[in-house]
Structures are given as structure tokens and as C-alpha cells.
């Protein structure tokens, strides 16, 4: 699993780092950043709920098994 944050929708309301800063860091204005790494099993419920808690929904989050688009050959 990966998240991914779409900073044109966040406001930067800061519930993702808030419930899961194990994977949500925050920048110095307030913006979500995501380390860049596979989600660990034992976090990704808290993932799941921190993008359900987004008010803006601007958290993807992507499966391991998934491709991101245009990667078909």
C-alpha cells in the first residue's frame, strides 16, 4: 500500500499526520507530506482512516497489487 496526497484539494486541516504520523509528516506551512516507502501492514487501517477523515478527500491510496496508469507495456 502507498498514499498519496493531492495538494491542489488539501487544505491542510492536518487530520492525516494527526491519526497516522508514521506515515504523514507536515511541512512548514501545514501541508501533508508522505515518506516515500511502502506502508507497513500494521498502519494501513490508520491510513484508511485518516484519507476517510479528509475533508477535502485528497487522499489516494493505492494497493501493493495495483499499476499506476500508463505502466501496461
Known amino acids: 500500500m ?3 496526497v493531492d495538494l491542489e484539494k488539501c ?3 492536518g487530520r492525516c499526520y494527526a491519526l497516522c504520523p508514521e506515515v504523514f509528516d507536515e511541512d512548514e506551512e501545514g501541508y501533508p507530506v508522505v515518506f516515500d516507502k511502502p506502508i507497513a501492514p500494521e498502519l494501513e487501517s ?3 482512516q485518516a484519507a476517510a477523515n479528509c475533508p477535502e478527500v485528497a487522499i ?3 494497493e501493493e497489487s495495483e499499476q499506476p496508469a500508463g505502466d501496461g507495456g
Do not use: N, P, Q, Y
Request: with cysteine; hydrophobic share 40%; charged share 25%.
Open 2 to 4: 502507498k498514499a498519496h
Open 11 to 13: 487544505c491542510g486541516h
Open 60 to 62: 489516494a491510496i493505492a
Open 46 to 48: 490508520r491510513v484508511r
